[in-house]
């Protein structure tokens, strides 16, 4: 099972970036996939959650309304289109699946939101 993130870097403050993560050795399909971040000195938090066929999802309460997840099972990706970023949005963004009862995380992508 590999994860891996991409699309992260710097944006200012009110700007938009997409990040992808890349899924291989399981079937992505039959898979919910989450998102999460840590940020600087501080834990890990979940950010969002999608179902196997994208038609459910959920957010925490800090992203709602500025985040949206999405997938492509035809190319096993999962995406998390991010807008109307805030400096406290800094953070480094994982994905993980669980595959067989077995936890599986990217090394993550570093979003920084900065003037």
């Known amino acids: 099972v590999q994860l891996v993130e991409s699309g992260g870097g710097l944006v200012q403050p009110g700007g938009s970036l997409r990040l992808s993560c890349a899924a291989s050795?399981?079937?992505?399909?039959?898979?919910?996939m989450r998102w999460y971040r840590q940020a600087p000195g501080k834990e890990r938090e979940w950010v969002a959650v999608i179902s196997e066929d994208g038609s459910e999802k959920n957010y925490a309460d800090s992203v709602k309304g500025r985040f949206t997840i999405s997938r492509d099972n035809a190319k096993n990706t999962v995406y998390l289109q991010m807008n109307s970023l805030k400096p406290e949005d800094t953070a480094v963004y994982y994905c993980r699946s669980v595959v067989r009862g077995i936890q599986y995380w990217g090394k993550g992508t570093l979003v920084t939101v900065s003037s």
């Open positions: 050795g399981f079937t992505f399909s039959s898979n919910y």
